[in-house]
Nanobody
Framework: QVQLAESGGGLVQAGGSLRLSCAAS????????MGWFRQAPRKGREWVAA???????YYADSVKGRFTISRDNAKNTVYLQMNSLKPEDTAVYYC?????????????????WGQGTQVTVSS
């Protein structure tokens, strides 16, 4: 059973940066797609970014050019570098493991989830 632990969230001013980490344990995620999702208060879970097992990256339009997803297979960890943060980026951020090598924007295609880390961007 793979377990995921997100870290790196916090409070930052608009325009600032944060780097989220997602460490996997209990099994390797190397070769599997990984995704980041977020959920703001009173909103549904939103796909943010994903990286395939082969390292191809994908981004939601709302974060393209500001966020970068990467992975370190040796450390069994995925990262989300977030720059030029905006108040509308405020949410709980979750990482997830895809069911296979490829990734999608649908949460139903991911079968392991972390507990989430809070990101708050003040204006």
């Amino acid at each position: 059973q793979v377990q995921l632990a997100e870290s790196g969230g916090g409070l930052v001013q608009a325009g600032g940066s944060l780097r989220l980490s997602c460490a996997a344990s209990g099994g390797t995620v190397s070769g599997y797609g990984m995704g980041w999702f977020r959920q703001a208060p009173r909103k549904g879970r939103e796909w943010v970014a994903a990286i395939s097992g082969g390292g191809i990256t994908y981004y939601a339009d709302s974060v393209k050019g500001r966020f970068t997803i990467s992975r370190d297979n040796a450390k069994n960890t995925v990262y989300l570098q977030m720059n030029s943060l905006k108040p509308e980026d405020t949410a709980v951020y979750y990482c997830a493991v895809a069911k296979g090598r490829l990734v999608t924007t649908s949460s139903s295609d991911y079968n392991y989830w972390g507990q989430g880390t809070q990101v708050t961007v003040s204006s």
